[in-house]
């Protein structure tokens, strides 16, 4: 029977016309220029490996669609136009974040309605090329008459086989790079990624021995022999969380203007400046930014620990100041679940959350509330608050896709700039700038400004090198290399009104310091919590692990900056010196590999099960992980 099922089913193969197997030759060739089109977009080296494994993959789902479709060419040209799609989607998403998205990423499509200015606002007319060819194609489609297959032929025979080579040369990734996403695209292209990142987020549940995720290293020591410890004693706290800011910035000038002169004005007088420190955000950008300096933890790269893990328990800066008195607040000008932050922070343990239903929407930009209302409000509003108070602002002016309305723009941008993501930028920080200094203005004016520490800190870079030509700009610019070292340098400034100070500490620092340095200047000694940072005032070197914008096991030390690979091979890597951005040997850096991959991994271990609560006793001393 099967003999004779495999005769019937090569005679009706055989009889299949010529131009049919052509049309399916034509769609295949097209998905793969398209899909080589947004490998070079993101990735500046074509592998042979991932030209094979690409037509490999893409061969098996035309050819096994084409046996098992009544009508062959209209089942190539549907394959065709879902493919092109999720191409067209990914190389979009790609030119706003800078990596391909996961299907985790539908838990946050309800985030689209308040940043669809910023997302859109990316969108690259060139993608749309990637879409021109579908009407042509169902065009041509309907001028010739359709193929019709013999189904049950085609499953006595002939579908076992294409299913098994389909089955294979897409799961292979998974076992290839033990469901890594950051490198499985770079070795097998975009579906690869995409059915692995499926496999991954449906069966990746990770759950640990809690022992196994207890940090270990060295104990937390914070006390009074630490230089500056208490010099901010009992003070009022302002965090500053400064959207998109990045520390080239400070001192920069554009046509002899300065760009900040509110922020350079605050790191030249009583402040202590951090001018190498990075940030260390994932999918949630500026929620994971709040996250880390409230936790001193590392965000979840691919997940939102906002999103996610709303219920957990936490041992945050905000909780630990409430044990000393302060009371708590965040200004947002926001929906206030906007990155779910409603439901985060009563287990962040921030008392008020200000967001855009409790503030006055006198004046609307771009996503959310103008900078300068959301200031003049926060203002209003602490100035009566019980003292001392640890308030945390978070500006949105200053967000992608930088879009200020013709009044608010008095940088004047030279005409080589135009209008380009880089001079939006400049405009965008301008303003932000302008009304943070109306704020220290206002708080002086309340008699706020001497008894406080008002903190500036940025939450994550906001021209990324690979997006729209910064690297070009923006290295004309600074005149040096732009790098994705410099994108990912952020100012963090610590304004101590009266102390006297003008100290810039270059000591590397990650988001993750925040936390226990903050706690220093304020003379609070911590002594429960389980922080993955240190106190990097006092600190004899430094080392931030990095992750999400580069891949896992990147890092960054006070001599190096490492770059792991994409494709997940150690000797591709490349590393700098930080300072004469000079190469610098692969083996030299085999240790921070492995720092920080563990480093990362054990954090990830504790939020994603919850594990606080089991680890944390008041006996056993504050624990850091190196």
């Given at each position: ?22 049309s ?8 793969m ?12 080296v ?27 060419r209209?089942?190539?040209l ?7 799609s ?24 309800n ?12 969108f ?9 060819d ?45 469901v ?15 059915f ?54 400070v ?46 933890m ?5 997940i ?42 009563d287990?962040?343990?921030?008392d ?15 996503i ?22 640890y ?31 880089f ?6 920080v301008h303003?932000?700038?302008k ?6 203005e ?18 994550h ?5 690979q ?19 410099e ?70 030390d ?24 000079e190469?610098?040997?692969?083996q ?16 990830q ?10 680890l ?11």
């Open positions: 029977m099967e003999a004779t099922g495999a005769k019937e089913a090569y005679r009706v193969i055989s009889k299949t016309p010529s131009r049919v197997m052509s399916a030759s034509v769609y295949l060739l097209l998905i220029l398209k899909s080589t089109f947004l490998y070079l977009f993101s990735s500046p074509i592998t042979p490996v991932f030209l094979i494994f690409s037509l490999l993959a893409y061969s098996a789902i035309f050819v096994s669609c084409g046996m098992l479709a009544d009508n062959s209209r089942a190539f549907l394959v065709h136009v879902v493919l092109s999720l191409i067209f989607v990914d190389m979009n998403y790609y030119a706003y974040y800078g990596f391909l998205p996961s299907v985790r990423d539908l838990a946050l499509l985030q689209v309605g308040a940043v669809k200015e910023s997302f859109f606002g990316a690259r007319p060139i993608s749309f090329l990637l879409l021109a579908i009407p042509l194609l169902v065009y041509l489609g309907r001028q010739k008459k359709s193929n019709r297959r013999v189904i049950p032929v085609v499953i006595a025979s002939g579908i076992r086989p294409v299913v098994f080579v389909l089955l294979a040369v897409l799961i292979f990734p998974v076992f290839a790079v033990s890594n996403m950051d490198y499985v695209y770079s070795r097998f292209g975009t579906l690869a990624y995409h692995s990142d499926l496999y991954d987020s449906v069966f990746n549940k990770p759950v640990v021995d809690p022992e196994q995720a207890r940090p270990g290293g060295y104990i937390n020591e914070i006390g009074e022999e630490g230089e500056h410890f208490g010099i901010a004693r009992s003070r009022n706290v302002i965090v500053i969380q400064l959207e998109s800011f990045q520390s080239f910035l001192g920069a000038e554009h046509n002899g203007v300065e760009i900040t002169p509110n922020l350079n004005r605050l790191v030249q007088n009583d402040s202590i400046y951090f001018s190498r420190y990075f940030q260390q955000v994932g999918i949630g950008n500026t929620s994971d930014a709040e996250f880390i300096i409230h936790n001193s590392h965000s979840l790269g691919r939102s620990v906002y999103r996610r893990f709303a219920n957990g328990s936490f041992y945050t800066l905000p909780k630990l100041l409430k044990k000393d008195g302060y009371n708590t607040s965040v200004f947002h000008g926001n929906v206030p679940d906007f990155w779910n932050r409603e439901a985060m922070y287990s962040q343990g921030i008020e959350f200000y967001s855009l239903d409790r503030l006055d929407p006198d004046e609307i930009v771009a959310g509330l103008s900078d300068r209302s959301l200031f003049k409000q926060a203002a209003e509003i602490i100035s009566r608050m019980e003292k001392p108070f308030s945390v602002i978070i500006t949105l002016t200053s967000h992608v896709p930088y879009t200020l309305p013709e009044e608010l723009k008095e940088l004047e941008i030279s005409e080589e700039l135009g209008d380009s993501q001079g939006r930028y400049l405009q965008a303003y932000t700038d009304v943070m200094g109306e704020f220290i206002t708080l002086k004016a309340a008699d706020l400004y001497d008894d406080s520490l008002i903190v500036l800190a940025g939450d870079a906001g021209l990324y090198p997006n729209e030509g910064n690297e070009r700009i923006v290295s004309s610019f600074l005149g040096r290399h732009y790098t994705i070292e994108a990912m340098r952020i100012p963090l400034v610590f304004h101590i009104p009266g102390s006297g100070l003008c100290e810039e500490i270059e000591t590397v620092t990650g988001q993750i310091d925040f936390f226990p340095t903050l706690l220093n200047l304020l003379g609070i000694i911590e002594t429960s919590g389980i922080l993955f940072g240190r106190d990097i005032i006092n600190a004899e070197e430094g080392f931030v692990a990095l992750q999400h914008v580069v891949p896992l096991g990147s890092f960054v006070d001599e190096k900056f490492f770059l792991m690979s994409r494709d997940g091979v150690f000797e591709n890597s490349v590393a700098w010196d930080t300072r004469t951005l190469p610098v040997g692969i030299e850096c085999i240790d921070g590999y492995y720092r920080a991959i563990e480093q990362i991994r054990k954090s271990q504790i939020v994603s099960n919850d594990l606080l609560d089991e944390i006793t008041e006996e056993s001393g504050s624990f850091v992980a190196e």
